[in-house]
């Protein structure tokens, strides 16, 4: 199925719908998306096990493994430009391809111990693999709601958090239509667990199919639905973290509900000799020479631009540079203040996350205090519509 069959909206309404309700005519679809996800990239050699596991290649080479305790395994290996499949007996099937197809009678693949959902493509790009899983739409949200949100936050929270990841996945299949992949597994984009064996998986499933299909809309258009981990007291206007060339343009929103997370007040201290070796231009520079100043912020007060200046120089960077430099575990986010104190630069800051669009945090506050899914989106998308896709078997 296309994608562009997915994403056509029929008869959107010029005006803004009330979240209290969704429209069941905005989205129609034909058949369910298939979600194509980069789990990783590993090197050879790669063990397969499956119960029924089943290999097939582009040039219908198809290989059924024989069982050993009910479980089929292959071992699949480099040669030449091609790979080399070899099962529990010993045998080689040399393939001409530099891709397979695995499917399991069971749903489940162990690649290199790792368990994944079934069928899963491999392609080989040089000296390893790389592991794309094919997914429906709804058990990919389930997977992002294990890894993307504790699941024994409220149920509200949950079903937010599944509305979001739905629409952020749809828009970026959308951007992504000429690439080998949809989404990647980690916060590159959305992180999944396979939640086969979670011990909520009943409250992950009813988080799921209680908001199946919904999808946030703006002007027409699947919104891609930003998410993070704590605001620190206000969302960031997408623009400002992305560039003016952000076609999403989410709104920033004051948001009291994200206080009292572990992340409301944070410090980091670093040695000016580690500031220096982050930027090249530096070199040259006694680190003790130097210093950080804010020079402009955003309208949610986050650090747009710094003056990085010594002796001799005198650079500007930007906060989102500083801060993927540094580490976005380790610098949380741009909402800080910069304090220069002897051999090292201290950071005090809010919140966690590039700050655009749902605050998990605040979200949790909201769903604590009785408001439904519905209101919560509405307060972090603001400009977005709720809207049924209407996607048959998802």
């Known amino acids: 199925m296309k994608l562009t069959a997915f994403i056509v909206l029929i008869g959107m309404l010029q005006s803004a719908l009330a979240f209290g309700a969704v429209d069941q005519e905005l989205l129609i679809v034909d058949e369910p998306p298939r979600i194509r996800m980069r789990i990783k990239s590993v090197e050879f050699p790669v063990k397969v096990q499956a119960e029924g596991l089943t290999l097939a290649t582009p040039s219908k080479r198809v290989l059924r493994p024989v069982a050993y305790n009910g479980v ?11 790979l080399v499949a070899k099962d529990l007996k010993g045998s080689s099937h040399r393939l001409a391809d530099s891709e397979v197809m695995l499917e399991s009678e069971s749903g489940e693949i162990q690649i290199n111990n790792q368990k994944l959902p079934s069928p899963i493509l491999l392609k080989r790009t040089q000296d390893r693999l790389e592991a794309i899983v094919l997914i429906s739409l709804e058990k990919y949200v389930m997977g992002v709601l294990e890894g993307e949100m504790p699941t024994s936050w409220p149920i509200e929270a949950l079903k937010a958090q599944a509305v979001a990841a739905r629409s ?7 951007s992504r239509l000429m690439s080998g992949y949809d989404v990647e597994s980690t916060t590159v984009d959305q992180v999944y667990r396979h939640p086969e064996l979670h011990p909520n998986l009943e409250k992950l499933k009813t988080a799921v199919e209680s908001t199946k299909g919904m999808v946030l809309s703006k002007s027409g258009k699947v919104l891609k639905a930003y998410y993070h981990s704590a605001c620190g007291g206000h969302t960031e206007r997408s623009s400002d973290v992305w560039g003016g060339s952000d076609s999403v343009d989410l709104q920033s ?11 409301d007040h944070w410090e980091l201290k670093v040695s000016k000799l580690e500031f220096q070796s982050l930027y090249p231009e530096l070199n040259g520079t006694s680190p003790s020479d130097l210093a950080l100043r804010v020079v402009t912020r955003t309208g949610s007060g986050r650090v747009a631009l710094l003056a990085v200046t010594s002796r001799s120089t005198a650079n500007m960077i930007t906060g989102n540079d500083l801060r993927s430099k540094l580490g976005y575990g380790k610098l949380r986010s741009t909402f800080f203040t910069v304090q220069n104190s002897g051999e090292f630069i201290v950071f005090r800051g809010h919140g966690f996350g590039h700050g655009s669009g749902l605050c998990q945090w605040g979200a ?13 989106l509405k307060y972090y998308y603001p400009q977005a519509v709720l809207v049924n896709s209407d996607v048959r078997n998802l």
């Open 72 to 82: 089929r395994e292959l071992v699949l290996m480099k040669q030449m430009s091609s």
């Open 168 to 174: 952020y996945v749809l828009a970026q299949m959308q």
């Open 253 to 263: 929103v004051a948001d009291p509900f994200c206080k009292g997370n572990p992340s």
């Open 364 to 376: 949790r506050k909201q769903a604590l205090s009785g408001k439904d899914f519905r209101k919560i």
